[in-house]
Nanobody, 123 residues
Framework: QVQLMESGGGSVQAGGSLKLSCAAATYVFVSCGMGWYRQAPGLERELVSTITVNGTTKYGEFVKGRFTISQDTGKNVLYLQMNSLKTEDTAVYYC?????????????????WGQGTQVTVSS
């Protein structure tokens, strides 16, 4: 069982920034692709960003250079730096780990999920 613990969500005004963190065990960073997904009320869960074991990153089309995924393997923490936030970025953000496909296939069928952290962007 992979345990993921998110933190860093909150409320911010449009144009502001937030940094999400996700803590996990060492073996997760060594063996699994990791990433962030989000889900807004009434909408499907969608890709925000993933990073594979070899460091290849992928972003959702809506990101348009505003977010950056990174990881500190020394601290076993995955980050999502979100800048220029928009009201439409309001959602629950989930940390995810895929130890089967490593997020190489583009889907999340094999993902483990954190509990989610709320991000609210107001105008």
């Amino acid at each position: 069982q992979v345990q993921l613990m998110e933190s860093g969500g909150g409320s911010v005004q449009a144009g502001g920034s937030l940094k999400l963190s996700c803590a996990a065990a060492t073996y997760v960073f060594v063996s699994c692709g990791m990433g962030w997904y989000r889900q807004a009320p009434g909408l499907e869960r969608e890709l925000v960003s993933t990073i594979t074991v070899n460091g290849t990153t992928k972003y959702g089309e809506f990101v348009k250079g505003r977010f950056t995924i990174s990881q500190d393997t020394g601290k076993n923490v995955l980050y999502l730096q979100m800048n220029s936030l928009k009201t439409e970025d309001t959602a629950v953000y989930y940390c995810a780990a895929d130890c089967v496909t490593g997020f190489l296939g583009g889907g999340f069928d094999f993902a483990y999920w954190g509990q989610g952290t709320q991000v609210t962007v107001s105008s």
